[in-house]
């Protein structure tokens, strides 16, 4: 029987963590299916030991005077996805258990030993000589190009996690080749020997599930004041690198050219509206909507279940994906948006013409007027054409036996 762990660590208190967990497993799954027998177990510390790590630097932080650091440490313990996460995973397969550690390498070492997991894989730290096989995963190297988003401590340890994952890991795992090709080149001098990277291969995946149910003629639009086929939308977590700005110049342009006719048109912006980096910029960017006269055509829903983001998805014109940085094709957005048949116009960046796709429409990062452009032929082409289901299932089903494959192979 093979046994594979997930290490959810660090994943769990974001939306994209968790849906990229959700699509790893996924494909696991799909293949492990076709092996025999298996099991999947998801992995993360327990809640006492994230507690108690909270007092000790409550603790610290008020004998050291920062009083303001210190309830915030404290009120970050709380996860809100927390049962989101494990009610989306659970759904995926009744083999995936959920088992808990203390804290500690030590107490890892001892929970993969007593359940006999083969190998431990998407592991956002190293973690050392364990008995156990493991398998690194770096995100990106943003902070090499967009330093003004990081602070001088976030990119020192930064730098210095990803050296440990490179000169301990036998295996890593990264969403892109242009990852791949970042890690060579901003670490490949400074490390003892180069692990073997792997970088993922571009493959969107939904569930038959969530496929049909994105596409439920049932699904209730009013809710939002939407109409199908009236509204372009974004699926990102409010970030700095996001660029969400671009985007909503773009759409006033767009707007504001349109017949009075035809003027019942939409932006939705899904996604959680805060970024620890910049407090404020949230702020900025509903200023800006003012300053641009278009609050009442943009839709703020803040993070909402998927299904509700994926049918959205699914009723749109388009998905616009107008980001300065992304660790993989397009980021999550696209993957969902090429996955339900969508348009999708995302910048172009090196990581995004990684994108393997029939609807991808690119534009420079930051160009608005390149993306009104867009955003205009598209709704001038705007028809309600048929969505084969079936057609979109199948493709989403071999994407995820490669995934899987390609994952199984790295674990052998």
């Known amino acids: ?21 959700e699509f790893i497993l996924s494909g696991i799954v799909s293949y492990a299916e076709t092996q025999g027998d298996y099991k999947i177990y998801v992995i993360k510390k327990n809640n006492i030991s994230r507690k108690l790590l909270s007092y000790i630097y409550l603790c610290k932080n008020i004998f050291s005077k920062n009083i303001l650091n210190s309830v915030s440490l404290f009120k970050s313990t709380k996860n809100p996805l927390g049962s989101e996460a494990t009610r989306r995973l659970k759904n995926i397969s009744q083999k995936i258990l959920f088992i808990q550690y203390f804290q500690t390498l ?46 001088e401590s976030e990119i020192k340890a930064r730098d210095k996690l990803i050296l440990q994952m490179l000169n301990c890991a036998s295996d890593v795992i990264c969403n892109g080749r242009e990852v791949r090709a970042d890690l060579l080149k901003f670490y490949g001098q400074e490390i003892n020997s180069v692990p073997n990277i792997h970088s993922l291969p571009f493959t969107p995946y939904l569930s038959r599930t969530q496929i049909e149910a994105a596409y439920n003629p049932s ?38 050219n349109l017949d009075n006719a035809e003027s019942d048109w939409h932006l939705v912006c899904t996604g959680a509206q805060n970024d620890y980096r910049d407090p404020s910029h949230f702020e900025k960017l509903t200023k800006l909507l003012e300053e641009l006269k278009i609050k009442s055509q943009v839709i703020l829903t803040g993070h909402i279940d998927r299904l509700d983001q994926l049918c959205l998805l699914a009723m749109s014109a388009g998905v616009i994906q107008p980001t300065l940085f992304e660790g993989g094709p397009g980021g999550g957005a696209v993957y969902d948006g090429v996955s339900l048949g969508k348009v999708c116009f995302t910048t172009s960046i090196p990581i995004n013409l990684e994108v393997e796709a029939e609807q991808i429409e690119y534009f420079p990062p930051g160009d608005s007027d390149e993306l009104s452009k867009l955003l205009n032929h598209q709704a001038l082409l705007m028809e309600d054409k048929d969505i084969c289901v079936e057609k979109l299932v199948e493709k989403s089903k071999k994407n995820q036996l490669n995934l899987g494959k390609f994952i199984y192979s790295i674990i052998k």
């Open 1 to 21: 029987m093979k046994k594979i762990g997930i290490l959810f660590d660090g994943f769990d208190w974001w939306g994209g963590g968790i849906s990229f967990v």
């Open 106 to 151: 030590a107490s890892l070492n001892s929970l993969l030993h007593k359940h006999d997991i083969d190998c431990v894989t998407l592991t956002l730290k190293p973690l050392g000589k364990l008995r156990t096989k493991w398998i690194g995963y770096v995100p990106d190297c943003q902070h090499k190009y967009f330093p003004y988003f990081f602070s």
């Open 219 to 256: 699904h209730n639009l009013k809710k939002y004041g939407l109409k199908k086929n009236q509204y372009f939308i974004i699926c990102n977590q409010f970030w700095a690198h996001k660029d969400h700005a671009t985007a909503f110049v773009a759409f006033n342009n767009f707007y504001k």
